[in-house]
């Protein structure tokens, strides 16, 4: 017997378009699960887009106001992938009315934000999801486990790096991504965020940091109309950029471990160049998201000029059964969030959390908050969750 879970999406820029094509995907690569979600609602205020996207994607109904999805019996799940300014105030209004809520990161604008949603979650008693995908890559859950087996010896020392260009045009559009107001912090929020989920995941908790940011592109021409992902502006009235583009972090774990977290958002050359370098004291193990499905390993007991082999993972790793039969056959970006849907979908048909959750964004904005204040202080600065 399959349940049939109505579902809403709220935010229908490119990410709410990913959540919606991976609801619709879920079935198929997961057919035992014993819940099916259908497309109840989706809210967007930019007029025109909700109705376009209930046309092509098939919801029921559509809606300028997310409010009304709130308050909708027929939805009891919600995806929030609205801009960050409004992820406190619908995540909160959504777990109290009863909504279980996959919530896009960073979780609103600050250390506060994500904490008021996870309390909400916890006391709404619904299930709550956050939108870490990377960590739900097969090969970084290989890597976990390969970490965690001692195979590598004690880990010494990460380096995370999350380097794009999505703003690197210097006619890149003023949106709300780079005001403080609405975006909040900018490449900490876009892009360190995930790199400190995933030197969690992968290493445990983050004891303290130091920090330096910078803005390489400090002014920018405001948009004329809206937008959408990362759109370009001519003409339009220049305003300043109020978050960084830069960061680079050393990181203490609270295992003794060493790390250094480095993200840019105008890495001109650079296309969602992200990924790791872990070292232990007897191997380490090397990710790159561009080669989603490979790690690099080196093991064994030589130490020096001990060689670096390049292992494909496959239907023994993580959630890779349920797409490929095989090693060495490709995994894209979209199958992260058919993951994490699943693992949604799984947490509220079994009534406990599976992957990332607001818990995690919490630990992810402790560290974010760190970093602030520790380039305002030039010191070392503790991450408190």
Request: net charge negative.
């Amino acid at each position: 017997m399959v349940d049939s879970l109505g579902v809403a999406v709220v935010g229908f820029g490119w990410m709410g378009r990913v959540h919606t094509q991976a609801y619709a995907r879920v079935p198929h690569h997961y057919p035992s699960l014993g819940l099916r979600p259908r497309l109840v609602t989706v809210a967007e205020d930019v007029p025109g887009r909700a109705e376009e996207a209930a046309a092509q994607f098939g919801f029921d109904s559509a809606t300028r106001d997310w409010r009304e999805v709130a308050r909708d019996p027929r939805v009891r799940a919600v995806s929030i992938t609205a801009p960050n300014f409004l992820h406190r105030e619908i995540g909160v209004a959504m777990a109290e009315a009863g909504k279980h809520i996959w919530i896009e990161k960073p979780v609103g604008l600050s250390l506060a934000d994500a904490r008021a949603v996870a309390d909400a979650v916890a006391r709404a008693g619904v299930q709550g999801a956050v939108g870490f995908n990377y960590r739900n890559a097969p090969a970084v859950e290989a890597a976990r486990e390969l970490i965690a087996s001692g195979e590598l010896g004690t880990v010494t020392h990460v380096r995370v790096r999350l380097f794009s260009d999505y703003a690197a045009h210097p006619e890149g559009a003023l949106t709300w991504r780079y005001e403080k107001e609405r975006g909040g912090s900018g490449v900490l929020g876009d892009l360190a965020s995930h790199g400190a989920d995933l030197a969690r995941f992968l290493l445990g908790d983050i004891e303290s940091l130091t920090a330096d940011t910078a803005v390489f592109i400090p002014e920018r021409a405001r948009p004329t109309g809206a937008t959408a992902g990362h759109t370009r502006a001519t003409g339009g009235e220049p305003g300043p950029v109020e978050n960084e583009d830069y960061v680079n972090c050393l990181l203490r774990f609270a295992s003794g471990a060493r790390g250094v977290l480095e993200a840019c958002r105008v890495s001109v050359g650079e296309q969602n160049n992200y990924g790791f370098e872990v070292h232990g004291t007897r191997g380490a193990v090397f990710w790159d998201f561009r080669r989603m499905n490979e790690l690099g390993v080196s093991r064994g007991t030589t130490f020096q000029d001990q060689p670096v082999s390049t292992v494909w993972v496959g239907p023994g790793a993580g959630e890779y059964g349920a797409f490929q039969p095989g090693a060495a056959n490709g995994m894209g970006y979209d199958d992260l969030k058919v993951i994490e849907a699943h693992r949604f979908l799984r947490s509220i048909a079994e009534g406990e959390p599976y992957g990332a959750t607001p818990a995690d964004a919490v630990h992810s904005a402790a560290a974010l908050e760190a970093m602030t204040e520790s380039t305002q202080s030039r010191s070392w600065v503790s991450v408190r969750a």
